[in-house]
């Protein structure tokens, strides 16, 4: 039952990623928070299914960058 959950939750991740997609341009941050959520949801995802290395390390680094730009417009006291 779990793993099923886990891996519909991509569907999850790709509604977050289609919403973030047409919020960024309007508000960063909310943007940029809805893919961290998704980045969240699938790096957790890849790891509880025990997913291939390469699935991990993908989402991993969107993770990475999305953490890493909203922490560069925040202290650049950017939008």
Do not use: P, W
Request: glycine residues 8%.
């Amino acid at each position: 039952m779990k793993e099923k959950i886990f891996e519909n939750l991509q569907f999850v991740t790709l509604v977050l990623l289609i919403v973030a997609q047409c919020v960024v341009g309007g508000n960063f941050y909310i943007g940029q928070f809805i893919y961290l959520g998704a980045n969240s949801i699938s790096t957790i995802r890849n790891f509880v299914l025990q997913r291939a290395v390469a699935d991990k390390v993908k989402d991993l680094c969107c993770l990475a960058i999305t953490i890493g730009l909203i922490l560069f417009n925040f202290f650049k006291g950017g939008n």
